[in-house]
């Protein structure tokens, strides 16, 4: 069709049987496959890893020296920083301090008592009234940003010379909160900023608060918050502060838990809640106990949880009972359990699931139990396989696999293929209860990494014995010979099949022996092991359940189209 239609164009043979070959195994697209453009020979993954030991070694190291070590061009260099390895060179952030680490410790405590107050309380933000110092001088030289302007192309730089802050300066001390500025006052010429002062600061900062924020006055519904500098964490300071937590109104125990962060001695602590509650304040013997157990680390202000009525049923001696008797009959029900213990359901499944951690499981089908030995032999083979493919990478390459399958002309639909979409409202689809259909064809198979190397089907009449097997191997070798040339040349194929009587009489064995013909072990019972049981046959009997094939020819011609699907 396509030399008529494009008689000087038409693409070659091996190309038309190529596209169709693609779009037959389900490919959608036309176009062709991205293909990479000239090699590079720089840009290379050896020269990636070198680079990127470089930069791990120095961080700090630049391009050009990048580029004298390695001897890589510097634009090379570049792409692979920017574009392989995602880096772009940024200057070091300042900070003011490097933490310890019970110093960052204290910084995410202190962030998360912070966050979990937002939670409890959305408005607490509008409560907090910060404040601070700050010198500021006569003159102040501006910032870089501030000296920007703009010019044209080939107009000279601008410049500026340098120049010092002027020694004229004041200290302003300012409070505020979301409302604007609260308490600001300047620091005399003559003064410095001790204890002494800041505690003065702070009375006029709560009469501020009494005449501007009358309604936090009246409700002692504002909190203080400022650094730690000496001043401001100073002992005659915390009386005051803590006034001034109090009016936030915080219970007895978050007060001493306050003073222990802020490490104020018990005793001190003591006096600040006599003075603040009176006659409500806790007992002595109580605040040194709350406050030694916020010294060791306690977090939570709360009680402890006590334990209510105590439990008759779920005790140590009847737990002991109930596993006991699990131990002797592993398929005893809650039901058979309460009624010999004499507790109720309710508290015998408890006892099953939280105390002793178990749940009820169906047994797992498999094909046979091994015994001891047969395990141990299962697990020699498989080392026994590992070992070998360690050995030899392209092991798994010479191994051609085989087995035989009943194919039946009608075989029931599995549960899975039967589903179907259906409204909220609509019945549930029903199926009839159908059986296999006396029409089959035992279908003996074998395969490599390669694809199908043999099949053939049992003829009618016949049964699989060591006499029909022998004849399978045979034909087999004679498949190898003319599809798998270079297996055949060198005679390192293994054949690999399970333990059938059939497979393993003394006639097989002596052909495959003759023929110097290596064999893959296989464990007894372990058709996990087999890839014709786990792989091919459930995904070439898959695809047929639900159909009718009438003869023996039908079911033949649909085997062999669903194998050349799986070996495409």
Known sequence: MLNKAFPNNAPKRTTVFEWHSRFKAGRISIEDDPRQGRPTFQRTDENVQKITDLIKENPRTTLLELEQDTGISKTTIGRIVTEDLRLKKTPAKFIPRFLTNEQKLC???????????TRTDPEWKDKIITGDETWVYGYDPETKRQSAEWRGQGEPRPKKSRILKSRNKVLLVAFLDNKGIVHHEYLPASQTVIKEMYLSILRRLREAIRKKRPEKWTNGDWILHHDNARPHTAHLVFWIVFDFYLLKKMDQRTCIKFCVKNEIKCADAFRMLTVAYGEATLDRSNVYRWYKMFSEGREDVNDEER?????????????????????ANRRITVREVAE????????????????????????????????????QHRM????EMFDSVRDDPNLLQRVITGDEAWVYGYDVETKAQSSQWKLPHAPRPKKARQVRSNVKVLLTVFFDCRGVVHHEFLPQGRTVNKEYYLQVVRNLREAIRQKRPDLWKYKNWLLHHDN???????????????????????PPYSPDLAPCDFFLFPKLKRPMKGRRYATLDEIKTALKEELKKIFF
């Open 107 to 117: 910084r995410l405590a202190t962030c998360e008592d912070m966050l979990e107050m």
């Open 340 to 375: 010999d213990l004499n507790i109720s359901i309710g508290s015998c499944h408890s006892i099953f699931i939280n105390d002793l951690g178990m749940r009820r499981v169906a047994a797992k089908f498999v094909p046979k139990l091994l015994n001891c030995d047969q395990k």
């Open 307 to 327: 334990a209510g009525r105590p439990s008759t049923s779920t005790t140590d001696e009847k737990i002991n009972e109930v596993e006991k008797m699990i131990l």
């Open 500 to 522: 059938a009587p059939a497979h393993t009489s003394l006639l097989v064995r002596d052909l495959l022996t003759k023929n110097n013909t290596l064999m893959m072990p296989q």
């Open 380 to 383: 020699n083979i498989a080392n």
